[in-house]
């Protein structure tokens, strides 16, 4: 069965400081990888997806990027974080080979900045 | 893009009661989800529907696609339905189908 992992579960960085979170899967291959922010209150926004290795798409123009440097692999950075960076960030994945594209989500980031 | 709305933003209930979720988008679909947020924060899966009916166990989906709605039901209720619940929907064409979340329906159960 698929399984998706973050780390790490919480996080506390003051403002100026660099981020990295990462996202992996597992039991799927060539999976659509997502990265979601939800901030105070209760929207999701999509931040990144990709479709495939090294193939990043935005949403939103930030302080944010995003990589996949292997193919269950996503990592969110920023090299210097801003107070407004604080929120849950969640990774998601879905399957690209049936068709049906149900969207799995990881146990989430919980980033504060100070 | 697409807009999703749902209603209502927050639903207190008593253990026991039934209840009725709403959500609404702006253009055809080809697919949406439902998921419950748990306290901890952890999105679940709650139905994959983007026509027709599905039941699991006390819940229960309904998308009516020409109408542009879904409903949720969550009969019987127990404090642990409590959290937030979110439909969300991709657009019809692109590979990477990434989905637009309405802003949730807070459910709390109360003992």
């Known amino acids: 069965s698929q399984t998706i992992h973050q780390w790490p579960a919480t996080l506390v960085q003051p403002v100026g400081s660099p981020l990295s979170l990462e996202c992996t899967v597992e039991g799927t291959s060539n999976p659509n990888l997502y990265w979601y922010r939800q901030a105070a209150g209760r929207g999701l926004q999509l931040l990144f997806y990709?479709?495939?290795?090294?193939?990043i798409s935005s949403e939103v123009p930030q302080n944010l990027s995003a990589s996949r440097p292997q193919d269950r692999q996503f990592i969110l950075s920023s090299k210097k974080l801003l107070l407004s960076d604080s929120g849950f960030y969640l990774c998601?994945?879905?399957?690209?080979?049936?068709?049906?594209?149900?969207?799995?989500f990881g146990p989430g980031t919980r980033l504060t900045v100070t | 893009g697409i807009q999703v709305e749902q209603s209502p933003p927050d639903l207190i209930l008593q253990e026991g009661a039934n209840s009725t979720l709403r959500c609404n988008f702006s253009?055809?679909?080809?697919?949406l989800q439902w998921f419950h947020q748990n306290p901890w924060g952890q999105l679940i899966n709650l139905f994959y529907?983007?026509?027709g009916t599905k039941q699991n166990g006390r819940l229960s989906a309904t998308t009516v696609a020409t109408e542009r709605y879904s409903l949720l039901y969550i009969s019987s209720s127990q404090t642990t339905d409590s959290g937030v619940y979110f439909c969300?929907?991709?657009?019809?064409?692109?590979?990477?189908?990434?989905?637009?979340f309405g802003s949730g329906t807070q459910l709390t159960v109360l003992p």
């Open positions: 969300a929907v991709p657009p019809r064409r692109g590979s990477a189908r990434q989905l637009t």
């Open positions: 529907i983007p026509s």
């Open positions: 990709s479709v495939g290795i090294g193939q």
């Open positions: 998601a994945w879905s399957d690209t080979g049936t068709g049906v594209y149900e969207q799995y």
């Open positions: 253009d055809s679909v080809n697919n």
